[in-house]
């Protein structure tokens, strides 16, 4: 279960300078440069297709331009994933383990993390569709494994994300407590590997 926890995370939108290419993906940039930086306590549900509650979590979560995000998941059971602005760290103390890819790796793992990046080829890949006050963003290419993330605010303040897989699993991220990066919040996006603990560096993969 802390598995799915983990994964849904990693495929969240990280959100700075989305280029616009349709009227509702203009009005969601409008949207998201009003949020250049959040640090926010989250709480979790994830259900299966029969909206059966599978996992509840519990955590924090940062974002700060550019390509920076933190999302620390505290209970049940701790991991973290830090995103340093070039490199893509997720980390699991209890096995005592940390992989490592680039952005453009964790954008392929998990195509909906294409928020992170502002480049028109990326985002001609989905469709974004608004409802109210929430934004639906699916990926074109069925063979993806997100099958829609909305994300939803109230006035400019980001306050829901739902990930919804394509076995049905939806992951409902619920955001409090809410404000801007700090200073001394800085340091939530630098990553530093602990002392023994196995890396999976796929970066050196890629190239090889």
Known sequence: MKKILTIAALSLPMFYQTPAFAADA??????LTEVNSLKANFNQTVTDINNKVIQTGEGVFALS??????WHLTAPDE???VADGADVWVYNPFAEEVSV???????????IALLVHS???TWSQYTVSQKGNCFDISPKDTDSGVSEVQVCFDA????????????GNISDFSLTNQRAIAETDRDLFKFIVPDDVDIDDQRLKMTN
């Open 65 to 70: 331009h550019p390509n920076q995000f933190y």
């Open 26 to 31: 203009d009005e969601l940039k409008a949207k």
């Open 156 to 167: 400019n303040q980001l306050t829901q994300m739902v990930l919804k897989d394509q076995q």
């Open 119 to 121: 480049d028109d080829a």
């Open 101 to 111: 890819m680039d952005i453009n790796q964790a954008i392929n793992a998990s195509p």
């Open 79 to 81: 991991s973290l994933i």
